[in-house]
């Protein structure tokens, strides 16, 4: 079974703090995902790698940064968070395929900033 | 770019069909994939079209016409379980990444 695992279910933060988001799968994924989905809004992607060191932008990527030092991690950026990033983040993994994409995705982390 | 249309909300009782329908327009289209999530848990895939027609899964079957840029999910049987939002997502042609719909929320009653 695939496990996904995100450093927090929830956290507050003030404005203006650095914040890091942490995910951990252990299936041995190359492509990770982070997603921050809003009420109305769906999933909207945010960054993704498909390999270590490896990183591109995804729908939304402004005010966020990410890094994938190993093939298991991949952390999530808010280099000076703000009220608008209040949301929920969604962490995800795959393995790439020519057909069928299936992303198996972490409980997620309620992220409230002040 | 992508952009995928679905019903913001569907209510059904037990033991009924609910379909949820999806309109995307893309600039490429590998397949369509649906997924569920319940109320403050993670997405969870349930099934993946790449060619026209019906894929079945138990209670819960997909459906896809590439020419119409159209594809459904239906739930038979209701269960109160499955009450949840349902994503659709299309696959990017170049990279592994999924472009999802706003989903549907179903809300299923005794």
Request: glycine share 8%; with cysteine.
């Amino acid at each position: 079974d695939v496990k996904v695992t995100q450093s927090s279910r929830y956290l507050v933060k003030r404005t203006g703090e650095k914040v890091f988001l942490e995910c951990v799968q252990d299936m041995d994924h190359e492509n990770m995902f982070w997603y921050r989905q809003d009420p109305g809004l769906g999933l909207r992607l945010i960054y993704f790698s498909y390999d270590v060191k490896m990183k591109e932008k995804g729908d939304i990527p402004e005010g966020y940064s990410v890094s994938r030092e190993k093939k298991e991690r991949f952390s999530l950026i808010l280099e000076s968070a703000s009220t608008n990033q209040t949301s929920m983040y969604l962490c995800a993994s795959s393995r790439p395929s020519s057909g069928r994409e299936t992303q198996y995705f972490g409980p997620g982390t309620r992220l409230l900033v002040l | 770019g992508q952009s995928l249309e679905q019903p913001s909300e569907v209510t059904a009782v037990e033991g009924a069909i609910v379909q949820i329908n999806c309109t995307y327009q893309t600039s490429g289209f590998y397949g369509l994939s649906w997924y569920q999530q319940h109320d403050g848990g993670a997405p969870t895939f349930l099934s993946y079209n790449a060619l026209d027609g019906l894929e079945e899964t138990g209670r819960f079957s997909s459906f896809l016409s590439r020419s119409d840029s159209y594809g459904y999910l239906l739930l038979q049987e209701l269960q109160m379980k499955d009450s949840a939002s349902y994503f659709c997502a299309v696959r990017d042609e170049g990279y592994s990444t999924l472009t999802f719909g706003k989903g549907t929320m179903l809300l299923v009653s005794p």
